[in-house]
């Protein structure tokens, strides 16, 4: 395969990721200043070394989902995808609250301003680092939109391709119908064999044997 149809991308997946793109373009922008205001007052940044392969980590992650449902074929599966829209809903609104509650000292980057006090208000009440917790679920939800590798393919459904070429496992009902057909053909094939057998098994193999079968009415007479 030479190119990527880019065009099969699911209509939801269209939207969802370049939202979240987006989102994450201002996140840098908003990062990028704080990280001015800090190395202002004296900050001090820790885990520079670290911070490219993060940031390669989300880009492998933008680039993997969409490559993964066009390349495997994935579906929307209702009662998995709308749970984790939910969640993706609720990860970013704490990821916002973690920016609201840390103000100008919130940043992509690991940057520590000597001599400032903790921040104890929003969720840093009750955790440390309650953004890197947003992050990994994130992370680990968004690939689970569109049924993901974990899924696991029913076992004897057939598959029946679209017209987008995606390939859709055949509704109970005609795999049911077709399965009784085959059933009934097979009975019926059976019947017709032991039929020929009991035919056979009836015939004289010999003329002693023919003149039995002639004798034996009379012999009841």
């Not at 993706?88 to 301003?113: A, D, E």
Request: hydrophobic share 40%; net charge positive; with cysteine.
């Amino acid at each position: 395969m030479s190119y990527v149809n880019l065009a099969a991308l699911p209509m939801g997946l269209q939207l969802l990721l370049p939202a979240v793109a987006c989102e994450r373009l201002l996140e840098l922008r908003l990062s990028r200043r704080h990280a001015r205001w800090a190395m202002a007052r004296g900050g001090v940044e820790y885990g520079r070394r670290h911070f490219p392969f993060m940031a390669a980590a989300h880009v492998g992650l933008f680039l993997g989902i969409p490559l993964e449902v066009i390349l495997l074929h994935r579906s929307f599966v209702p009662v998995l995808g709308w749970p984790v829209l939910c969640v993706q809903v609720l990860v970013h609104g704490g990821r916002w609250w973690c920016v609201r509650s840390l103000g100008p000292r919130w940043n992509t980057r690991v940057i520590v301003v000597p001599g400032m006090p903790l921040v104890d208000r929003g969720p840093y009440r009750w955790m440390r680092h309650p953004n890197y917790l947003i992050v990994a679920v994130e992370g680990l939800s968004l690939p689970l939109v569109h049924r993901p590798v974990v899924h696991r393919r029913q076992r004897g459904r057939p598959q029946r391709p679209t017209a987008g070429g995606e390939l859709r496992p055949v509704p109970a009902s005609t795999d049911l119908l077709s399965r009784r057909r085959k059933t009934g053909a097979r009975h019926q094939n059976r019947q017709a064999h032991h039929h020929s057998e009991d035919a056979r098994g009836n015939l004289p193999t010999s003329g002693a044997q023919a003149a039995g079968h002639r004798l034996q009415p009379s012999r009841r007479r």
